[in-house]
């Protein structure tokens, strides 16, 4: 059991040390005390105001809390550009809910589903399912409609794309949440194993997204989100075809938004990616305690919810779940002995605890 973990300790610190709500006034108290040290004698008790004096005469906290609010400034002012950046630096007018059609893979169960019945109670106009498994528990909802597909069949991709457009109409929102991983090492994978990892993660959101992109061009409106992984950027061992496949994913995505700008002029379609940390999903079932230092498992529904969140916002993105795990694409530009000695620290993580 992990007693600790990153998280532990970045969202506290991120929270007081990072958070300008609370170092600006504090900065403001301090200098104030500098200048004038009976500034609080009206509004403070003695022992609290000689403990302001204290900290702003007789320590560097002034100054400690000025780099701090340097460098808060710097990462909301970052973040902003970011999300223009995510957004093609194109604003846009955000349309009805009940007018928007969403198309979403691996909806009958796991994530998908909570994804599904979440959209579903927002009012989406449609909400289309698509998973080679019915769902059991989308009855209640009428807007909630299923299509049998097989994302392993380029063949059965297009014709069901084809009855979508035809029976329910273009979709402006594409959501690829299906996927699947075995967990084997290089050697012990099957062609088909590995061709099953790649076809659901990383070939079936390629052909579904040409199937629907060319009327979000013509309408220059649309969002595809991808549910990649934090395996986009950290591959341990036994989860090679997996974790490839992830790296793959977001590829896709980055690809994607760049075509949209510059090939078609389409800055007004969003692409989003959501990076979760592993999930206790059937998926995971198989393996050992997958909690670590850089993160417990997630529930369900920490996913889903981020993922119905930014759905509703309407803009584009990169979202990490939980969301202090952002640092985790940095191992892609750290010196390699900074990246190995993370990745060395997962060996135990992938640990298969049945047959398959």
Same mark, same amino acid.
């Given at each position: 059991?992990?007693?600790?973990?990153?998280?532990?300790?970045?969202?506290?610190?991120?929270?007081?040390?990072?958070?300008?709500?609370?170092?600006?006034?504090?900065?403001?108290?301090? &200098?104030?005390?500098?200048? $004038? *040290? #009976?500034? /609080?004698?009206? !509004?403070?008790?003695?022992?609290?105001? =000689?403990?302001? @004096? %204290?900290?702003?005469?007789?320590?560097?906290?002034?100054?400690?809390?000025?780099?701090?609010?340097?460098?808060?400034?710097?990462?909301?002012?970052?973040?902003?550009?970011?999300?223009?950046?995510?957004?093609?630096?194109?604003?846009?007018?955000?349309?009805?809910?009940?007018?928007?059609?969403?198309?979403?893979?691996?909806?009958?169960?796991?994530?998908?589903?909570?994804?599904?019945?979440?959209?579903?109670?927002?009012?989406?106009?449609?909400?289309?399912?698509?998973?080679?498994?019915?769902?059991?528990?989308?009855?209640?909802?009428?807007?909630?409609?299923?299509?049998?597909?097989?994302?392993?069949?380029?063949?059965?991709?297009?014709?069901?794309?084809?009855?979508? &457009?035809?029976?329910?109409? $273009? *979709? #402006?929102? /594409?959501?690829? !949440?299906?996927?699947?991983?075995?967990? =084997?090492?290089? @050697? %012990?994978?099957?062609?088909?194993?590995?061709?099953?990892?790649?076809?659901?993660?990383?070939?079936?959101?390629?052909?579904?997204?040409?199937?629907?992109?060319?009327?979000?061009?013509?309408?220059?409106?649309?969002?595809?989100?991808?549910?990649?992984?934090?395996?986009?950027?950290?591959?341990?061992?036994?989860?090679?075809?997996?974790?490839?496949?992830?790296?793959?994913?977001?590829?896709?995505?980055?690809?994607?938004?760049?075509?949209?700008?510059?090939?078609?002029?389409?800055?007004?379609?969003?692409?989003?990616?959501?990076?979760?940390?592993?999930?206790?999903?059937?998926?995971?079932?198989?393996?050992?305690?997958?909690?670590?230092?850089?993160?417990?498992?997630?529930?369900?529904?920490?996913?889903?919810?981020?993922?119905?969140?930014? !759905?509703?916002?309407?803009?584009?993105?990169?979202?990490?779940?939980?969301?202090?795990?952002?640092?985790?694409?940095?191992?892609?530009?750290?010196?390699?002995?900074?990246?190995?000695?993370?990745?060395?620290?997962?060996?135990?993580?992938?640990?298969?605890?049945?047959?398959?």
């Amino acid at each position: 059991m992990v007693l600790l973990t990153y998280s532990d300790i970045a969202t506290p610190i991120r929270a007081t040390a990072f958070n300008p709500v609370l170092t600006a006034p504090l900065l403001f108290i301090l &200098k104030g005390l500098q200048q $004038n *040290p #009976s500034f /609080l004698s009206s !509004v403070l008790p003695l022992p609290v105001q =000689k403990f302001f @004096l %204290n900290l702003a005469c007789g320590t560097s906290a002034p100054k400690i809390l000025k780099i701090l609010l340097i460098l808060s400034g710097i990462n909301y002012a970052s973040k902003y550009l970011s999300q223009r950046a995510l957004n093609n630096n194109f604003l846009r007018k955000q349309r009805d809910r009940r007018d928007e059609i969403v198309v979403i893979t691996g909806g009958s169960g796991g994530i998908g589903s909570l994804i599904i019945k979440g959209l579903a109670k927002q009012e989406y106009k449609k909400i289309v399912n698509l998973d080679i498994n019915p769902p059991t528990d989308h009855a209640e909802f009428e807007n909630i409609v299923f299509y049998k597909i097989d994302l392993m069949d380029p063949a059965s991709i297009s014709e069901v794309s084809t009855k979508i &457009k035809e029976e329910v109409g $273009n *979709p #402006s929102i /594409l959501l690829h !949440v299906a996927g699947t991983g075995i967990g =084997k090492t290089i @050697l %012990n994978s099957t062609p088909e194993s590995v061709r099953l990892t790649f076809g659901v993660n990383t070939i079936a959101p390629f052909l579904l997204t040409k199937e629907f992109l060319p009327n979000m061009i013509k309408e220059n409106y649309g969002h595809v989100l991808v549910l990649a992984s934090l395996a986009s950027f950290f591959t341990p061992a036994q989860m090679t075809d997996y974790c490839a496949s992830k790296a793959a994913a977001l590829s896709f995505a980055e690809g994607l938004r760049q075509e949209v700008k510059h090939r078609y002029k389409a800055p007004g379609i969003r692409v989003s990616t959501v990076h979760p940390n592993w999930a206790k999903t059937p998926l995971t079932s198989v393996f050992g305690n997958m909690d670590h230092f850089y993160g417990r498992q997630l529930v369900p529904e920490q996913i889903s919810d981020k993922v119905i969140e930014h !759905v509703i916002s309407g803009n584009g993105g990169q979202v990490f779940v939980p969301e202090d795990m952002a640092g985790s694409s940095l191992l892609r530009g750290v010196p390699s002995w900074i990246g190995e000695l993370a990745r060395d620290n997962s060996k135990d993580m992938i640990i298969v605890n049945k047959d398959f």
